[in-house]
């Protein structure tokens, strides 16, 4: 069914106006000839659901329990075009995977190729853009699939790691959410799903993809985590889409990555820097550690979720030949763990965290910025962070 189709003549309350919100705003008035359309931004218990025929909720507003009358940008465009999206979650790695598979199918076939989704490309943005032989790539958040009815043709479950337990609660209800993925697939979909995500009951067509598999691709991306990604472009590159595999792998090392994912960000006084604010994880950092050969120093802290540390302090206590500078909160927390070792500091605030790695990173080797935390509180997103980490190592 079309979108314009199932909004046409109805009542419709947009709960949330952040960038998908305005973006569904904008593709309402263009495209759809709606009986009421009611901008909200207040709490649920403030709505009245009688009033309304649909209630397009944004991703970022916690809410449960709701009834069918509320959906989001994500199922109304998979309402459409749900049979020519690769949908992309995973707890890392989303956005480099679907930017891999974006450049690798724009190189190796001859149909036109969008990326949207949560990568910051609200989907409705390009609705005019799609035709019948679109392939549409979409990364896909948690929270954008928190109560998605309709599953895409193709998806890929990255991996699963804690993250989010501040809005989720637990990690049941965070896998959950991920699974939403596959849970409305059907026979003749596809899943592509790495090996330590939890099992999933799925109509799909299902492939394993392994983190320990042993093929190899020659790539700009440094790191065991990038082949991993490589592997599921590759596998869907060359099976679903008839790629030729010598051109999928050409593409694959042409592709140079995004910013703050293990980004080089310069090199000054004779120090490798490296921004890699993506990073809000223990498993994100510790794989970006050992991703960077002459890594150094080591710069981890933020937003203080109550996640596990548990992992990132035993690596700390078995790796002393980092030095680990801690700052913002949940580095409080872990340099309370390891405070005693000589390998670890603590600083307040990323400023004064740069200074010190200046003094204590010889040249020749690296210091990375790899948090292993949100940023939020202490800057607008991770963006914000990366680039506020490139202008202060500039000096």
């Not at 009245?48 to 916690?62: F, H, L, M, R």
Request: charged content about 25%; proline content about 4%; aromatic content about 12%.
């Amino acid at each position: 069914m079309k979108i314009t189709e199932l909004l046409d003549g109805k009542r419709i309350l947009l709960w949330g106006y952040g960038l998908e919100g305005k973006s569904t705003e904008k593709f309402i008035n263009k495209y759809c000839k709606v009986k009421e359309l009611t901008v909200f931004q207040g709490k649920r218990e403030e709505i009245d659901e009688d009033a309304y025929d649909y209630i397009i909720k944004s991703p970022g507003i916690v809410a449960w329990d709701l009834s069918d009358k509320f959906t989001s940008m994500t199922d109304l465009f998979l309402t459409q075009f749900s049979g020519q999206v690769i949908g992309v979650t995973g707890t890392k790695g989303k956005s480099t995977t679907s930017s891999l598979l974006y450049t690798v199918l724009s190189k190796c076939t001859d149909r036109p190729t969008l990326l949207v989704g949560n990568i910051g490309l609200p989907a409705l943005d390009y609705y005019s853009e799609i035709t019948d032989d679109t392939i549409i790539v979409f990364e896909m958040s948690c929270h954008q699939l928190a109560h998605a009815k309709i599953s895409p043709h193709t998806a890929l479950f990255l991996n699963l790691y804690e993250e989010h337990l501040d809005y989720y609660g637990t990690m049941d209800k965070y896998f959950r959410a991920k699974a939403n993925i596959t849970a409305h697939q059907k026979p003749g979909d596809y899943l592509f799903v790495g090996n330590n995500v939890p099992p999933l009951e799925t109509a799909a067509d299902v492939t394993v993809i392994s983190y320990d598999d042993p093929m190899h691709f020659d790539m700009a991306l440094k790191g065991e985590h990038n082949q991993f990604n490589a592997r599921f472009v590759y596998a869907i590159a060359t099976r679903l889409y008839g790629c030729d595999p010598d051109r999928v792998r050409a593409a694959l090392k042409e592709f140079t990555g995004l910013r703050h994912r293990l980004q080089f960000a310069g090199n000054i006084g004779g120090v490798d820097y490296y921004d890699d604010s993506i990073s809000t994880i223990p498993e994100a950092a510790i794989a970006a550690i050992r991703s960077i050969p002459n890594a150094r120093t080591i710069l981890l802290g933020g937003m203080d979720r109550n996640i596990d540390y548990d992992i990132l302090i035993d690596f700390i206590r078995e790796h002393g030949e980092y030095n680990y500078i801690l700052m913002y909160k949940s580095g409080e927390r872990i340099f309370r763990q390891v405070s005693g070792l000589p390998c670890c500091h603590y600083r307040e605030d990323l400023e004064s965290a740069v200074r010190l790695a200046r003094e204590i990173t010889p040249a020749g080797e690296a210091c990375l910025l790899s948090p292993a935390a949100a940023s939020y509180g202490y800057f607008k997103n991770f963006e914000e962070r990366g680039d506020v980490f490139q202008e202060l190592i500039k000096g």
